[in-house]
């Protein structure tokens, strides 16, 4: 049997091995050429665990934490580690809820409270099963097995939402000793791959820390974010008052008429932006910066806090900050040989700071409009001046870089962070990641109004995450307030755009293990097929089409 693993030493190198060899006694024999530890892999395309058994000539490539599904598969071990010793330190009776990405780690919920002392404990139970190297055995169940587990272990979300998919026939349930789990996703092998983590008491809570993806062999040190706290307690809130915290919660309501529920999330994005529009206004605020990652849905958030701030008697002018990119000719190019438009580099600062400036100080501007096929930036048709009563609201990916408005008085400005946080979960312990949400928006987005495929988006995805991490992410603390650009019911109307774009990727093309792993994710949802009565301004419309606001 030929065994080609792919990128070692930057190249592919063919081995032999008997049929029936696992990944993990592969990867035992090339270990040295990898600098990051090993937890998945992808074999032909298609991620697979390392206990996966080879039964023919096959293409592997290993994957460290540097790739989204690798990293889940590292934190979903963790969790069922963490579940087996706290049953064995708390009780069986001792409940956990995985509520969402925190301080570089996991934050989490117990029914019982857990002291400094507790965790303690726990985390020295943790670390003993690790050293003792415990298998963690998968097996494929039955949606009635699973059901009827889920009932003994007192999940019923998780059969509830089971039971609201009868397409759905084999489960993954994990065993680590005599503890029983069902994960939606691949894998780790043993305990010995779980050797990083850090456990800590926070709020009403605890956090399981973990290796980040820009450095996979340490834990960062602890920075308390206490706006994404407040920002996920506001989600949570918004789950409460829509009924909806599950995904079966939405999939028992898919076929009823869903005017209610869209006009239920449009209400509380409008009350929102009230709110916000009223802070900026008591701050006497000129400057309204606005940054989020990739498809938090910058634009229609703009424009719609441009027409609340009007209702309230302000003149407003919205800028975007891609209107300053440097012309292609002027841009370098990174160590690839490729372009780098994520860095504030590519964004021609200087002219954005003069025009700024010089909008604020009463002085006509001709502001720049750049022609994306062409390649550079286009003058005289947005000569503006503004009076002294106007709010600019600029948003983009580096709006709260200092960099780009140095120069200007802090005192005029008003910063908000943007992104699409959803209270929605699978169940109790498996969660759906606000990135892998925000990849499903673009993923339609680009489709329908950039003519990209979707091999196109799941390529270059991790160049975006990437410069997320390094232009956007470091300076959402530096926001005033935060805005939750989720449409609670998006994953049913996303699903009818995204499904059929997704089944286009074939096993021989390298996006083809991505496309399985989100198509697995969008088989727990239903459809929401009739997605007319969304209000035109929606943030959803940005992405599925039919915005009034985003042409």
Request: aromatic letters at 10%; glycine letters at 4%.
């Amino acid at each position: 049997m030929k065994i080609v693993i792919r990128n070692i030493e930057k190249q592919s190198k063919e081995f032999d091995y008997p049929i029936g060899t696992k990944v993990e006694q592969i990867l035992k024999d090339v270990k040295e050429y990898y600098k990051y530890p090993i937890y998945a892999c992808k074999l032909d395309n298609a991620y697979r665990a390392l206990t996966h058994i080879c039964t023919h000539d096959s293409v592997i490539e290993f994957l460290d934490i540097r790739n989204q599904a690798t990293w889940l598969i590292y934190q979903n071990s963790l969790i069922l580690l963490f579940i087996k010793v706290l049953h064995d330190v708390c009780g069986l009776d001792s409940k956990i809820s995985v509520r969402n990405s925190l301080n570089k780690g996991l934050y989490i919920t117990t029914n019982k409270e857990i002291d400094d002392n507790t965790l303690m404990t726990i985390d020295k139970g943790m670390r003993e099963l690790v050293k003792k190297d415990v298998p963690i055995i998968k097996r494929w169940d039955s949606q009635e097995d699973v059901k009827k587990l889920a009932l003994d272990l007192g999940q019923k979300e998780t059969y509830r939402i089971v039971d609201t998919m009868p397409s759905i026939q084999d489960l993954s349930v994990y065993s680590l000793e005599d503890e029983k789990q069902v994960f939606y996703s691949l894998m780790v092998p043993s305990t010995s791959y779980l050797k990083l983590f850090e456990l800590r008491t926070y709020k009403r809570g605890l956090l399981i820390r973990f290796p980040h993806q820009k450095d996979p062999l340490s834990i960062q040190p602890f920075a308390n974010e206490q706006y994404l706290y407040d920002a996920f307690k506001q989600t949570n809130g918004w789950g409460k008052i829509t009924g909806i915290k599950y995904i079966s919660d939405m999939n028992e309501r898919a076929h009823e008429n869903h005017e209610d529920l869209f006009l239920l999330q449009e209400a509380l994005h409008n009350k929102r932006i009230n709110e916000l529009s009223e802070e900026i206004i008591s701050r006497n605020a000129r400057v309204v910066l606005i940054c989020g990652p990739s498809s938090s849905g910058k634009t229609t958030f703009a424009k719609r806090l441009c027409i609340q701030l009007r209702v309230s008697g302000k003149d407003t002018l919205y800028l975007g900050t891609d209107d300053y990119f440097l012309n292609r000719n002027e841009l370098k190019v990174d160590e690839n040989g490729e372009m780098d438009f994520e860095s504030i580099s590519a964004v021609d600062v200087d002219l954005f700071r003069n025009n700024i400036v010089d909008l604020l100080n009463d002085k006509l501007v001709d502001i720049p409009t750049f022609n994306f096929i062409k390649g550079e930036k286009e003058y005289g048709k947005r000569k503006t001046r503004i009076n002294k009563d106007t709010i600019i609201v600029i948003e983009g990916i580096h709006a709260l870089n200092k960099i780009l408005t140095k120069g200007i008085d802090d005192n005029e400005k008003y910063k908000i962070y943007i992104s699409p946080f959803s209270p929605i979960s699978l169940d109790r312990i498996n969660r759906f990641p606000t990135t892998d949400s925000r990849m499903l928006r673009r993923l339609v987005r680009d489709y329908q109004f950039r003519g990209y495929s979707a091999k196109v988006t799941l390529k270059d995805w991790h160049k975006v995450r990437a410069g997320e991490d390094t232009n956007i992410f470091p300076f959402a603390k530096e926001a005033d307030a935060f805005f939750n650009s989720n449409c609670i019911y998006e994953m049913g109307v996303l699903k009818k755009y995204a499904e059929p774009l997704l089944k286009t990727i074939g096993r021989d093309e390298a996006e083809y293990g991505e496309a399985q792993r989100m198509l697995g994710y969008l088989s727990f949802v239903e459809t929401i097929e009739d997605d007319d009565l969304i209000v035109n301004n929606s943030i959803i419309r940005e992405f599925i089409g039919g915005s009034a606001i985003v042409k």
